[in-house]
């Protein structure tokens, strides 16, 4: 996982509240053993409609999605982090995230922001009228901008998550960061303890 301090990009508005995992990334996607390729697959059956958003050119080098309300609900599927990963996507902002989708996304380097119903009303709006606009999400201040509207808020991270992001420590990144302890721990073990390793 990466670090994650701040990132300024372009995003893109999806005027769609109740967004399920089911239609992130649809069902016929998870037969893929790998963790990559699920870009292809992301909102694989709305994107057969050529006037879908995603389909627009000019929100194509988006990297922030400003989502309806209740984004992420449905199964617990980590695929849908996967795949708006794999699409290119570094944060959802949302006013509301289903629980698991949440915390998958924050395991795996996604960033969750959410803001109030009105604060990313005024945000689509904005890349509406302007699909060229800028955001700044900062994991450090914990706030996202768009200074060329004029607009800054304020966004809640648990102090854990927070400096997941800000080291780049996955689960596996954080067991690492413990090894000493564990390499100290395994040499002290009484050798009649059952050992994976023989």
């Known amino acids: 996982m990466e670090k994650t301090v701040r990132f300024t990009g372009n995003a893109v508005p999806l005027e769609r509240s109740d967004v399920d995992t089911d239609q992130i990334i649809p069902s016929d996607w998870l037969k893929r053993v790998e963790r990559t390729g699920f870009g292809a697959g992301l909102f694989s059956e709305w ?5 879908f958003i995603l389909n627009d050119d000019r929100y194509s080098k988006a990297t922030i999605l ?6 992420g609900t449905g199964s617990s599927r980590e695929h849908a982090v996967w795949a708006l990963m794999d699409f290119g996507f570094r944060a959802v902002l949302s006013s509301r995230f289903g629980d698991i989708f949440f915390n998958n996304s924050t395991k795996a380097g996604l960033v969750p922001v959410k803001l109030s119903e ?8 904005a890349l509406i009228d ?15 901008s768009a200074p060329s509207i004029g607009f800054e808020a304020k966004f809640n991270l648990n102090e854990f998550t927070r400096y997941r992001f800000l080291e780049g420590l996955d689960d596996i990144g954080l067991t690492l960061a413990k090894e000493d302890k564990i390499s100290t721990f395994e040499k ?4 009649f303890y059952p050992n994976l390793a023989r």
């Open 47 to 51: 994107r057969e409609d050529a006037s």
């Open 66 to 71: 400003v989502a309806g309300e209740n984004f």
């Open 118 to 125: 009105e604060e990313i009303k005024t945000l689509q709006k």
């Open 130 to 144: 302007d699909p060229t606009l800028e955001i700044t999400v900062d994991i450090e201040a914990l706030s996202v």
């Open 188 to 191: 002290s073990r009484p050798s």
